[in-house]
């Protein structure tokens, strides 16, 4: 079992770092792609060679992350069959079809078109090159689609059903799955919040020009159009995010109510708006879930309901499965026993039919295999021997939300001044702690990414597959010594790659800042 832990530990932080490593370069990839295609539709409709420059500068950028991010990227995918090969194929029929279609149709678009985007100013026409830059942030927006619906479907499995003499998850569905709201909302989210780091990121190179006093009137212009798709993203991501709010408190209240640290709701709850979690806080215990609180009246309900009055779970509530309607009366749901004992009874229902249809005995098998299906929501729940399995790490989901609302809404304000400044008072960009501010902004932006990603996949925490198929399930069969070689190699090459990029950018932008304002 020790082994078994450790193989787990050290396969979940491979995938973690992978991801975080991946995540760095996709948002950015998402979101300049846009800016770039704006800067070129401003140049294709007034021929303005200072909007060529602007392009050509910004799409230099855009294909060095690009490169680097579609490295990391492949590697993701090659872990689910070398450390998560019983999730792989519990569930491959399912979670491989958004991934081809994705490899299929939206990278191979993208690696088509970008190739005339860099290469093609010369040799086609300018409309057609236009197109081919808008078509290769389309496909970027496209392929992130198809990964996001994968990984939604990881959060709110829907459009199949469990075929237990293929011992396998197999699609009855494909829209379903494609377009389930948590899909949607979750692409959107991501995009936008793109847009956000995108915008963020060329303001803040373009207060770096201005810092050196070199190429103002290509910095203020890269702000005008930077700022402007971040607000735009940061409104659009405010929107998806309430969506995003609304779909985790009704279908993993679990993860909502650890954001909160909430261990005992009630109606009318309010969101912590800041606070110290008590790190002697579980569910065995009376402590007080903080040290330190400042609450917002009636917040959480309109967050998780929109509705200010509502009962919103905690922790202790979920797991004993009792929720209160805003008149006091109480509802029952199934407690977290109740599921232990149901998905330990659907086990069993598979391994009778495993016996019954080795020994050919077809009604017996039948009879296994409805209830099996009857009980097959909770399958999950039967590797827990304890509710407490199924909390997530509380204090980690709690700071990381906090981190990513907090900068998201200092970065907001921000996004406002500059386009103001932009538009209204570009004399105050003389001021050097303002460029500095800007500057500020770039790490921000991305630790504000990362930790909503942080949010979102600790907190559904034990479970690969909500409600189905906890991590430790879905693990491969191999040493935890494999996995942790792999680890660092790949520590080691994601950090070469991270600083090679740095490195590279700050190169290209260091050339860029000395050329001429035309």
């Known amino acids: 079992m020790d082994n078994l832990m450790s193989v787990v530990d050290w396969s979940r932080l491979q995938f973690a770092l992978t991801a975080m490593y991946h ?85 191979f678009m993208e690696s088509t078109f970008i190739a005339v985007m860099f290469f093609g100013w010369k040799k086609v026409s300018p409309g057609f090159h236009l197109a081919a830059t808008w078509l290769t942030a389309i496909g970027a927006s496209i392929s992130a689609l198809w990964i996001l619906i994968a990984n939604a479907w990881m959060q709110y499995p829907v459009g199949m059903e469990f075929d237990p003499a293929q011992m396998r998850n197999v699609m009855t569905d494909f829209w379903a799955v494609a377009l389930s709201p948590v899909a949607v909302h979750k692409f959107s989210h991501a995009v936008f919040s793109g847009w956000v780091l995108a915008g963020i990121f060329v303001m803040g190179v373009s207060c770096w020009f201005l810092l050196k006093k070199r190429r103002k009137k290509f910095a203020v212009s890269s702000i005008k159009v930077g700022a402007c798709v971040g607000l735009i993203g940061m409104l659009f991501t405010l929107w998806t995010g309430d969506s995003s709010a609304v779909d985790v408190a009704k279908i993993q209240p679990m993860k909502l109510a650890a954001m909160e640290g909430l261990y005992n709701g009630q109606c009318s709850q309010p969101i912590s708006a800041i606070g110290i979690i008590n790190p002697a806080k579980t569910i ?129 304000v921000i996004l406002i001044i500059a386009l103001w400044m932009a538009y209204k008072r570009p004399q105050l960009f ?89």
């Open 23 to 107: 995540w760095l370069f996709v948002p950015l990839t998402l979101g300049i792609s846009v800016i770039v295609g704006i800067m070129e539709t401003i140049y294709y409709r007034t021929k303005n060679p200072h909007w060529l420059a602007l392009t050509k500068f910004w799409m230099l950028l855009f294909g060095i992350n690009f490169a680097v991010g579609v490295a990391t990227g492949i590697i993701l995918e090659f872990e689910f069959g070398t450390n998560w090969s019983n999730y792989s194929w519990f569930v491959g029929d399912i979670f491989g079809a958004p991934l081809a279609i994705e490899g299929l149709l939206a990278f």
């Open 284 to 412: 065995d215990n009376d402590e007080d879930p903080y040290l330190f609180d400042i609450s917002i009246p009636y917040g959480l309900s309109l967050l998780a309901t929109h509705n200010p009055h509502s009962f919103v779970p905690g922790i202790n509530d979920l797991i004993e499965g009792i929720e209160l309607t805003p008149q006091g009366d109480t509802i029952r749901h199934d407690s977290y026993a109740t599921r232990i004992a149901m998905g330990k009874r659907a086990h069993e229902s598979l391994r009778a039919f495993d016996a019954a249809t080795a020994a050919g005995n077809k009604a017996a098998a039948d009879s296994a295999a409805q209830a099996l299906k009857a009980d097959y929501k909770y399958f999950g729940y039967g590797y827990f021997t304890s509710p407490a399995q199924a909390v997530p790490p509380v204090a980690l989901i709690y700071y990381s939300f906090r981190t990513m609302v907090g900068i998201g809404s200092l970065l907001f």
């Open 430 to 518: 003389d001021r050097k702690w303002i460029l500095w501010i800007g500057m500020i902004c770039i790490p921000l932006v991305w630790v504000c990414s990362e930790a909503g990603w942080v949010v979102a996949e600790v907190g559904r925490q034990p479970w690969i597959i909500q409600d189905l198929m906890p991590v430790t399930a879905a693990v491969s069969d191999i040493s935890a010594s494999s996995v942790q070689l792999t680890f660092w190699m790949f520590a080691v090459v994601f950090t070469a790659f991270l600083a090679a990029e740095i490195c590279i950018m700050l190169k290209q932008i260091s050339k860029g800042s000395k050329s001429t304002d035309e």
